[in-house]
């Protein structure tokens, strides 16, 4: 990344396989004003903080996964499930909010792994990481000149 931001070139993403799914990755990419997309390394990997999924989604009350609903600059917006028809909450949606449109989290994405703008695993994070795997057979050996 250093040798191409010498050469002034500019990137927004920076597409990865699970070998590179280390926090120090994820902040060299942010340092050079890009996203990381990487596969998360499941071997070693803790539990997520309660209330959270592995992958940094938010979880409402009830347990369900919250819908990633966009992004607000560095946070993350994640909407009641139920309110956008995902799933038939037996709580309804008055039970966390008194708002129609739910239940609302917004997450700062301080937690450069868990939390990236597309947000993990949707389609604009899977797109963009299928990219990668597009270019892979290209350069073989890169691996091994960046570690």
Not at 35 to 41: D, G, H, P, S
Not at 62 to 88: E, N, Q, T
């Amino acid at each position: 990344m250093k040798k191409i931001h010498e050469h002034g070139w500019r990137f927004k993403f920076v597409m990865m396989d699970a070998g590179y799914d280390q926090v120090k990755n994820y902040e060299a990419a942010r340092s050079y004003g890009a996203q990381a997309i990487i596969a998360m390394n499941k071997r070693g990997e803790k539990e997520p903080p309660a209330g959270m999924a592995s992958d940094g989604t938010p979880r409402c009350s009830m347990g369900y996964d919250m819908v990633y609903w966009g992004a607000d600059s560095d946070r993350l917006k994640f909407r009641c499930p139920h309110a956008v028809g995902k799933i038939d909450c037996p709580l309804g949606i008055a039970t966390c909010s008194d708002s129609n449109y739910g239940m609302v989290v917004k997450k700062i994405a301080e937690d450069v792994r868990r939390y990236s703008n597309p947000h993990r695993n949707t389609r604009g994070w899977k797109e963009l990481y299928n990219e990668r795997t597009s270019v892979e057979p290209a350069t073989p050996g890169s691996k091994n000149i960046s570690r």
